[in-house]
């Protein structure tokens, strides 16, 4: 899908009278054509389609009849152009804006500065750049020079040079807008702030003369060492690329995509001084599209086989499916191997992977493989697994590690699978472990067949809770489990509880009466909200409050935030939620006030910069051509886990019994359960931290 560099200026600045006068004309839809690229035909965005036919915005059929508004910039850009030419500089170049041409893309085909492409066209600090759109492209230098006309020499002289040395609390955004400029312009000039902004670097404003190292010596108490600095140096200035606004998109999580502040993307795109709008297409900087933990997303990867999220890419590319068992053979060098490894251990292990790709299905089915692929949400999450699976078996493969790996299709539904013909065939009894299969039922048929044989069965993907097993392994921590994490956490920390809960969240009211003994209830009035008097009433002078938030009342989140802000002034207040809350994922709620907040809440995976997180990350991205989504992440951490517990010369239950690991998003702390078999209660807490970054409390 291709994306447009298209302002919805004409929506957000004229008055309703001139909207009424716009001309509209009467398009029939022809076979095939999308709501986009009849946008794209038109010069105009679907959003302004949307806005004259909000019937297209589930589809448009062959023979739709929809209005689409005429494009009123181009007489615009035509004045514009007869003005420009009337200098009579017949150096002057005339440039029709294409589709995905920014300001940086034009000014750099030209080699002319910002200030001189605005300069010669005035109409654009108000509408940006726009598809179909006639410029003035000036001579080099002839704006600069008229500028300059006026001014006095030593007025000139002044201006040569301008620096700016970088204090505390300073961001790119405050130092542009300072000095009147924009965020690109000052990373242009100084390329090695892109990956950060150092306490006392001096930033070149205007002009290119060298900096001195005696003129910023506060650079001398933060430097970094010399290799460091020589990477950073050598980065370019910031890229960007135009990205299309999709449904539900807010300036909160557009912010934790693309790591910019409301006010960096407002910047970078006036528009969204009017708000966010499906369709917009934004300025954004490339290489921001790594996945985040955002809020509201958290759920989807507790419910993976009850509900597979919709994948938005096909990231499947490049991973074919065989009709035989696949097996990996990893050669054996136990000298090299890493963590805790038995020197000398010879010994070869042996991992089966249960993965339901279904092959007998596609076989019989008329659907092509591409069709199927694109439309089966369950065999997509299979493959993302299964590329994730892979990347583990090239580790061990570089580690050297002494593993045979098998993989099987187990042709599973939600009632049954294929597993009793493996076992009968003795595909699975000589195993050191076996991963899957995904739904809980299946997994719990094959712990069973398994018992007697003491194979341990991991299942990698569902939390539900699991029948008493002793070779079961739920990966995925129960919902008790998370809860009970954050609860410990705050004690820990010997933090006075409140909890702020609206009447009809019945079950999380229970929970909390029941298993956690001690947390103190604000009162609600008689219309459910809160009675903001008595919050204040409970939170005290000499501890940490952690206000344990559960409602998706925008109203009754609204008035507790307003009321913590509050009471910040005479105590330390930590705002944390029990679960993903889709109501702190709107443009109603301030996402700078949770970062004062420092918005706690439990997950299963973390974001982290480690240095192995960052190789894995690289690494998909070069074999897949694609980031990373929560399936292929969790496959691969599951499988190198379980791979590295099979080479520390114990079973893999003693592993689980003594040992807690870390993989890229995942953590593992098994314990036994009272009634048999073993769960997970490895779980993060997280926080925002001042900087806009996720960061690990525990």
Do not use: W
């Amino acid at each position: 899908m291709k994306y447009y560099s298209t302002l919805l200026f004409l929506v957000f600045f004229v008055t309703f009278s001139a909207f009424s006068q716009e001309k509209v004309i009467k398009y029939t839809v022809a076979n095939g054509e999308t709501v986009n690229q009849i946008a794209v035909k038109f010069k105009v965005t679907p959003y302004d389609i949307y806005a004259l036919n909000p019937d297209a915005r589930s589809g448009v059929k062959p023979n739709t009849v929809l209005l689409i508004p005429t494009n009123g910039t181009k007489s615009a850009a035509k004045s514009e152009t007869a003005a420009a030419k009337s200098n009579g500089n017949t150096k002057e170049v005339i440039h029709e804006v294409q589709p995905k041409e920014t300001f940086y893309s034009i000014e750099k085909k030209y080699g002319i500065s910002d200030e001189d492409l605005k300069a010669a066209n005035p109409v654009l600090e108000k509408t940006g750049v726009q598809i179909g759109q006639k410029l003035v492209i000036p001579a080099k230098g002839s704006t600069k020079k008229a500028a300059n006309t006026d001014k006095p020499a030593k007025e000139k002289a002044q201006d040569k040079y301008v620096y700016h040395d970088v204090v505390a609390k300073e961001t790119k955004f405050s130092i542009a807008k300072q000095y009147g400029i924009t965020i690109e312009e000052l990373e242009k000039r100084n390329p090695e702030i892109v990956s950060n902004l150092p306490i006392g670097y001096r930033l070149t404003i205007k002009g290119k003369a060298p900096k001195t190292e005696a003129s910023a010596p506060a650079v001398a108490n933060v430097s970094k060492p010399a290799e460091t600095k020589k990477t950073e140096t050598s980065k370019k200035a910031t890229s960007y690329m135009d990205y299309q606004v999709k449904p539900k998109e807010t300036f909160y999580s557009l912010s934790r995509t693309f790591h910019l502040t409301q006010e960096e993307l407002t910047e970078l795109n006036p528009s969204l001084s009017e708000g966010v709008k499906e369709g917009m297409v934004l300025k954004v900087p490339t290489g921001y599209l790594a996945p985040a933990p955002i809020i509201a997303q958290q759920q989807p990867v507790e419910k993976a086989v009850e509900k597979p999220i919709e994948k938005q890419t096909e990231n499947t590319a490049g991973i074919k499916i065989v009709d035989k068992v696949k097996s990996e053979t990893v050669s054996a060098d136990p000298e090299v191997v890493e963590l805790t490894k038995k020197r000398g251990q010879n010994e070869r292990k042996k991992l089966v992977l249960l993965l339901p790709f279904n092959l007998n299905k596609m076989q019989n089915d008329t659907m092509s493989a591409a069709n199927r692929i694109k439309n089966d949400k369950f065999l997509n999450m299979t493959l993302d697994f299964y590329s994730g699976a892979m990347m583990a078996i090239d580790s061990a493969k570089t580690l050297k590690l002494p593993i045979d790996v098998a993989i099987y299709d187990s042709q599973e539904t939600k009632i049954n699978s294929n597993v009793s013909t493996l076992i009968s065939q003795n595909k699975l009894q000589d195993a050191n472990a076996v991963i899957g299969p995904f739904y809980q039922n299946n997994a719990e048929a094959t712990a069973n067949s398994l018992r007697l044989y003491n194979v341990p069965v991991i299942s990698p993907l569902s939390k539900d809770s699991a029948n008493p097993i002793d070779n079961l392994y739920q990966t995925i921590p129960s919902n008790d489990v998370v809860r009970n994490a954050v609860f410990d956490y705050m004690r820990s920390k010997n933090g006075n509880i409140v909890a702020v809960v609206d009447k009809k969240k019945e079950s999380v009211i229970s929970y909390i009466k029941q298993n956690q003994k001690g947390v103190l209830f604000a009162a609600l009035t008689e219309t459910g909200g809160l009675d903001v008097a008595n919050l204040k009433s409970l939170l005290l002078p000499n501890r940490m409050n952690y206000v344990v938030m559960e409602t998706g009342n925008t109203a009754m989140v609204k008035n507790t935030i307003k009321a913590l802000l509050d009471a910040q002034k005479t105590c330390q207040v930590q705002l944390v939620i029990l679960e993903p809350n889709s109501t702190l994922d709107t443009d109603e709620i301030s996402f700078d006030n949770l970062v004062k907040l420092k918005l706690m809440y439990p997950s299963v995976t973390r974001e982290s910069d480690e240095q192995g997180v960052l190789i894995f990350g690289k690494e998909y991205r070069l074999k897949n051509k694609i980031n990373p989504n929560t399936y292929a992440t969790r496959g691969f951490d599951v499988t190198f886990d379980t791979m590295m517990r099979l080479v520390q010369g114990k079973t893999y239950q003693e592993t689980t019994d003594l040992m807690t690991t870390e993989q890229v998003d995942n953590k593992f702390q098994f314990y036994r359960k009272e009634d048999g078999g073993h769960a997970n209660k490895g779980v993060y807490i997280l926080y925002y931290d001042s900087d806009l970054t996720l960061k690990v409390a525990n």
